[in-house]
């Protein structure tokens, strides 16, 4: 009997900080793709000034785990925080093939973010080592435009018009984002002061 390969997501993102639009756009991949784990990947910490207003990757990485936990095909992976360096995702799909191998990858990306796929380090080589899945994001137009259609699949997923951008806004105001990240994310937050400094977006 041959045995299944194991098919898994890979979610990628800033997550500064993740919050409940990630987290649909990841379950509805994993029951309609029919996954057995949906890895989220938190980026490195961006090289010097150009990206200052990024939180240490530290903060992400944890936020992304307390939000994650309560779902058991739902995991954190380090590879891209602990990788040195600018974050690209050919170096994502290798480390994570090299420590699942014999599995199928799906990236679950935005709207916003497969735009940008064809500009991406190594673009021909990404569809070789995964099918790229994506997901419908308000205020974005989807478009599929020149990718390979055989290696991307477009869904359509609940749409949350949240952005990390927004909330970090909102945390700066002083305005609340209960409901908005999940409950440990919030009280992660301000236990640690996150978005309150005058350089945060
Ligand atoms: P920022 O505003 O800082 O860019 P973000 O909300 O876009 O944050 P990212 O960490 O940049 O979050 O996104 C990670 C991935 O999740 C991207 O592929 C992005 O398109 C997708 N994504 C983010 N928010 C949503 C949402 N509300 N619905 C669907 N997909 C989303
Ligand atoms: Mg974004």
């Known amino acids: 009997m ?9 979610m990628g993102g800033t997550f500064d900080p993740v919050h409940h639009g990630h987290l649909v756009a990841a379950s509805e991949a994993a029951a309609q793709f029919d996954l057995d ?4 990947v938190p980026t490195g910490q961006p090289s010097f000034k ?9 903060h992400r990485y944890l936020m992304t785990v307390i939000a994650t936990a309560s779902n058991p095909r739902f995991t954190v992976s380090r590879v891209d925080v602990d990788r040195a360096g600018t974050t690209y995702t050919v170096d994502t799909l290798r480390d994570l093939l090299a420590s699942r191998p014999g599995s199928d990858l799906f990236f679950i990306s935005g709207a ?3 735009e940008q796929i064809l500009r991406w380090k190594d673009a021909d080589h990404l569809f070789t080592m995964a099918q790229f899945v994506a997901v419908t ?7 599929v435009a020149g990718l390979p259609p055989d290696r991307v699949s477009v869904l359509e997923v609940p749409a949350l018009a949240i952005s990390s951008t927004d909330i970090r806004a909102r945390v700066r105001a002083g305005h609340p984002v209960w409901y908005l990240v999940p409950d440990g994310v919030v009280q992660y937050i301000a236990k640690h002061g996150l978005y309150r400094g005058p350089d945060d977006e």
Do not use: C, W
Request: no cysteine.
């Open 2 to 10: 041959t045995q299944r390969r194991p098919r898994i997501g890979v």
């Open 50 to 58: 150009q990206h200052q207003d990024v939180s240490p990757a530290e």
């Open 112 to 114: 916003d973010a497969i």
């Open 137 to 143: 994001r308000p205020g974005h137009v989807l478009s």
């Open 37 to 40: 784990e949906v890895i989220f």
